[in-house]
């Protein structure tokens, strides 16, 4: 059973910084990419950042400059560092992977159960 879990969401003022941390766990074969979503309340869950295996990352046009993912193979655990804050970063932000889990043939998608950002202005 592969799990995620998600940590370092909080409270911050507007301009301050947050590490969001991701830690997959159970048992799989390998982890193909990892992701941060968020979603504010009424509106659609949007990707904020997404990272490979490899290394290659892609950011969202509103968090370009000020967010930044980063991954750890060795510790099979994702980062989102956020400088910058605003309010409207305010929301439920969570961990996807795409991961092979053990004994599987296929690739599948994992979320974890949210973490919270607030940023007051």
């Known amino acids: 059973q592969v799990q995620l879990v998600e940590s370092g969401g909080g409270l911050v003022q507007a301009g301050g910084s947050l590490r969001l941390s991701c830690v997959a766990s159970?048992?799989?074969?390998?982890?193909?990419?990892m992701a941060w979503y968020r979603q504010a309340p009424g509106k659609q869950r949007e990707l904020v950042a997404v990272?490979?295996?490899?290394?290659?990352?892609n950011h969202a046009d509103s968090v370009k400059g000020r967010f930044t993912i980063s991954l750890d193979n060795a510790k099979s655990t994702a980062y989102l560092q956020m400088n910058s804050l605003k309010p409207e970063d305010t929301a439920v932000y969570y961990c996807?992977?795409?991961?092979?889990?053990?004994?599987?043939?296929?690739?599948?998608?994992?979320w974890g159960q949210g973490t919270q950002v607030t940023v007051s202005s």
């Open positions: 996807n992977a795409n991961i092979r889990p053990s004994g599987g043939v296929w690739s599948k998608d994992y």
């Open positions: 159970g048992s799989f074969f390998s982890i193909n990419a």
């Open positions: 990272i490979s295996r490899s290394g290659s990352t």
